[in-house]
């Protein structure tokens, strides 16, 4: 999809250029002309032959300079794209275009652009946060701009906060999208769920674990950018329901079965990404609990295992995922959990691992198939390991 396509590729000045330059490198290789754009800020970090070489193009820095087969350089670079990337992109870019400004040959080529343009933020947490880059990014968006949203993590000056220029893979997929997703799950229904269950106590507390939801969500994501219809069943989450994916907010296990029961029969593919609490208090107080004793015992008593259920009455034509989050034993838990419940395909994590699994952006997991083909996937973007697990399921019904 990427091939043979012609990219323009601007790069506003942030620490993050010398990543982008690694971006320019994987989208040369992937078979694209990439055509890159330096603002005078960019060329303080990185100088512009570094682009050149790794693009194989000469790289353009200057609004007014005139080249054989660039008269008019702003228009031919916007002109001759397929897909305008802007990366690593400064509040001061996010603010001229959302201004309408052109000053420089990156603003003016992009308001000359004719084609989807894709935005990359990178900043420091703070500015990130500041309600006018956000209002800018907003209207941005109803003008149809499109955006990778950066990650949580450490930035360069040291906060922590979100902020830092998301992966190259997570680039390149968003890339992808934009110049044509194959549509290879049209006319599917795919029950997701997602999140750690809450497991009452009393009207205030509760038990539950540390599933940010972030895997199933990606996933929901997945299956609708591919055309497929996503029924994601999720906890509370900090994650907003991605657009076109039907939401369904549920607390605790007993919540989450019933919901899945519901749906069950409707859906060809059913992935359980959420982390379901295998116990619940065996009574919750009516009203809040003081702390008057010394200590406090809780009954627990066993949930139902909602994918063994599921496992049990599954149909012919219904393919059954299954997670499992491990801290050691990864492999023989993971084969045990994909007989044992009747999976298609079980995915494992190693919580353990940094970078890897609970409220990550990354995950490193293993693909367990039923007939005993094991597939290791590196660190990825969890939206990167989304669609591998969606091309997983497709070979394992194409196979039927
Ligand atoms: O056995 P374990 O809880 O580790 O298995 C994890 C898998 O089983 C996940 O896919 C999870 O969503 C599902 N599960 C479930 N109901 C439970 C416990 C886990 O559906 N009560």
């Not at 038990?207 to 609708?224: D, E």
């Not at 609990?289 to 149909?315: F, H, Q, V, W, Y």
């Not at 083909?373 to 997983?392: F, G, H, Q, T, W």
């Amino acid at each position: 999809m990427i091939k043979g396509k012609v990219i323009t590729l601007g790069v506003p000045g942030g620490i993050a250029v010398y990543k982008v330059a690694d971006l320019a490198s994987k989208l040369t290789g992937l078979g694209a002309t990439v055509n890159t754009i330096m603002t005078g800020s960019a060329t303080e970090f990185v100088k512009p032959v570094t682009f050149q070489v790794l693009t194989k193009n000469p790289v353009h820095t200057d609004l007014f300079s005139s080249s054989a087969e660039h008269k008019i350089p702003h228009i031919e670079l916007a002109a001759s794209a397929d897909l305008f990337l802007i990366a690593p992109a400064t509040a001061n870019i996010i603010g001229k275009i959302a201004a309408g400004i052109g000053d420089d040959l990156l603003s003016t080529s992009v308001l000359a652009a004719n084609c989807p343009v894709l935005i990359c933020p990178a900043m420091n947490v703070k500015m990130y946060s500041n309600p006018i880059v956000q209002a800018n990014i907003s209207k941005l968006k109803e003008y149809d701009f499109h955006f990778v949203e950066p990650e949580q993590g450490l930035v360069a000056c040291g906060d922590y906060g979100k902020g830092r220029l998301s992966d190259s893979s997570t680039i390149i997929y968003a890339i992808e999208q934009l110049l044509g997703q194959a549509k290879d799950m049209s006319g599917l229904r795919v029950l997701i769920t997602a999140g750690g269950t809450r497991e009452a106590i009393d009207p205030v507390r509760y038990i539950s674990n540390r599933s940010s939801g972030k895997m199933g969500y990606a996933l929901a994501q997945a299956v609708n950018s591919r055309g497929g219809q996503a029924i994601l069943i999720s906890t509370p989450t900090c994650l907003e329901i991605p657009l076109g994916v039907e939401g369904i907010i549920v607390e605790s296990a007993m919540e989450m079965r019933d919901a899945v029961l519901k749906h069950y029969p409707h859906c060809q593919i059913i992935i359980k990404a959420a982390a379901v609490a295998d116990y619940r208090c065996e009574s919750v107080f009516s009203e809040k609990l003081k702390k008057d004793g010394e200590s406090l015992t809780l009954k627990l008593i066993k949930n139902p295992d909602i994918l063994a259920e599921l496992g049990c009455s599954k149909r012919e034509d219904q393919t059954l995922v299954g997670f499992a989050a491990e801290t050691q034993f990864l492999d023989q838990n993971a084969k045990k959990k994909l007989i044992s419940k009747k999976l298609d395909l079980l995915v494992a994590n190693d919580v353990s691992i940094p970078g890897s699994g609970f409220g990550s952006d990354s995950n490193r997991v293993k693909l367990f198939y039923s007939d005993g083909m094991v597939e290791e996937l590196p660190l990825l973007s969890k939206l990167i390991v989304a669609n591998k697990i969606i091309d997983a399921v497709k070979n394992i019904r194409s196979k039927r």
